[in-house]
Every structure is written in structure tokens, then in C-alpha cells.
Antibody, heavy 120, light 112 residues
Framework: QITLKESGPTLVTPTQTLTLTCSFSGFSLDTIGVAVGWIRQPPGKALEWLGIVFWDHDKRSSPPLSSRLTVSRDTSTNHVVLRLTNMDSADTARYYC????????????WGQGAMVSVSS | DVVVTQSPVSLPATPGKPASISCRASQSLLHSNGNHYLHWYLQRPGQSPQLLIYLGSNRASGVPDRFSGSGSGTVFSLKISRVEAEDVGMYYCMQALHFPYTFGQGTKLEIK
């Protein structure tokens, strides 16, 4: 069974750095063709693609966030980490991690999401 | 960035009747391998999104055959042949040919 689960703080203060961990099981990020991505959804709004890390360590991120966003993988564990610096109220959202297979480049399994609020 | 526009924004649907959602991209989503990198997701209330259709027309595992996807180039559609109550939620299309990947703004399907 393939599962992903996001963990991290539920509340951060403005200018802080958000660190979220995606813990997954049932597949390996060492397998050719596998990737894990991050997507967020502000309350009542649409999904927004943030970034992705591939089995070969290639990474891509959304240009508007590229100066603030880092997506990395822990090669020793089944974890992918998202770091977003200089948090602002506009970053309040539910953050999802999801698996992607390059055979179709679709997110086929999603985590439950982690709600993060930015407030002083 | 590729802009993905869905219509309608809101879709009142009647159980047992068909329903359709359109998705238009600002650039072609046709890859040189012949596939269209356009996917459809359903987000039921209070749940995470789930993959419905991938590469334009392929149903994901476990998706009922009343859901179908079609289209080419920049214009795609999702059709539900007979709407059921469990189909309520937000439908999103997503393009995965050009980075950054982008989602449509969503279509809210509700039962009349």
C-alpha cells in the first residue's frame, strides 16, 4: 500500500521558515521514474503546484517561489522535505505531498495534507 | 507559464444525467511521444485530490467508467455519462508538459 503523510508546524509567524516533511511508504524514491511533489491549497482556493524532486535528484520549483522554496530528499530515509523561507499570510494553506510517476507525469497518490497558518 | 482555464466555474448537475467540464491551455499539451499531458482530479469535500484521468483520456485505477476524458492540443474535456451523488466536489485539470506544472481554477460540481 502506497501512503504519504505530511508533518510539520500548524502555525508559523511571519518571516519564519516553514519546514514540512513528507514521509512515504510503499515505494522508493530510488526507483527510476519516481518523483515526489508538493502542492498547496489556500482556504477556499485552487490547487497550486510548488515543486518536485525526482529519483535522479533533479528538482524543479515554481518560479515565483524559487528564491524562497527548497525541496529536497533524504537519501537515507523515505522523506522529502519542503522549506519555505520568509513566510507571509499569503502562504497560509493546506500543503500536500504526492507521488508522481514519469510514465504519465500525474500525481497518482496524495497525502492527507498539512494545514499551515501564518499569523503573529 | 501555461495558463489552464476551466469552464464552467460552477456546474449544477442532475443525478442520472450527463455533465461536462472543459479545460483550455494557453499552449499545446501534445508531447513528441504522442501523449497529451493533461490530467483530471476530483477533490471531494474535506478530502485530498484524487487522480481521475491521466494523459487526457486514461482512467486511473478504480475510477468508474462513467468518467471519460478527451481532447487534443489545447482543448480538453471531462465527461460524466451519468452523474451520481458521490461525484460532488471540485474538479481540477492540470498540465504536466511544461514547468511549472499548473492547475486550472477548478469547477465545482453540485447536485441540483
Amino acid at each position: 500500500q502506497i501512503t504519504l503523510k505530511e508533518s510539520g508546524p500548524t502555525l508559523v509567524t511571519p518571516t519564519q521558515t516553514l519546514t514540512l516533511t513528507c514521509s512515504f511508504s510503499g515505494f522508493s524514491l530510488d526507483t527510476i521514474g519516481v518523483a515526489v511533489g508538493w502542492i498547496r491549497q489556500p482556504p477556499g482556493k485552487a490547487l497550486e503546484w510548488l515543486g518536485i524532486v525526482f529519483w535522479d535528484h533533479d528538482k524543479r520549483s515554481s518560479p515565483p517561489l524559487s528564491s524562497r522554496l527548497t525541496v529536497s530528499r533524504d537519501t537515507s530515509t523515505n522523506h522529502v522535505v519542503l522549506r519555505l523561507t520568509n513566510m507571509d499570510s499569503a502562504d497560509t494553506a493546506r500543503y500536500y505531498c504526492a507521488r508522481l510517476l514519469i510514465e504519465h507525469d500525474a500525481f497518482d497518490v496524495w497525502g492527507q495534507g498539512a494545514m499551515v497558518s501564518v499569523s503573529s | 507559464d501555461v495558463v489552464v482555464t476551466q469552464s464552467p466555474v460552477s456546474l449544477p448537475a442532475t443525478p442520472g444525467k450527463p455533465a461536462s467540464i472543459s479545460c483550455r491551455a494557453s499552449q499545446s499539451l501534445l508531447h513528441s511521444n504522442g501523449n497529451h499531458y493533461l490530467h483530471w482530479y476530483l477533490q471531494r469535500p474535506g478530502q485530498s485530490p484524487q487522480l481521475l484521468i491521466y494523459l487526457g483520456s486514461n482512467r486511473a485505477s478504480g475510477v468508474p467508467d462513467r468518467f471519460s476524458g478527451s481532447g487534443s492540443g489545447t482543448v480538453f474535456s471531462l465527461k460524466i455519462s451519468r452523474v451520481e451523488a458521490e461525484d460532488v466536489g471540485m474538479y481540477y485539470c492540470m498540465q504536466a508538459l511544461h514547468f511549472p506544472y499548473t492547475f486550472g481554477q477548478g469547477t465545482k460540481l453540485e447536485i441540483k
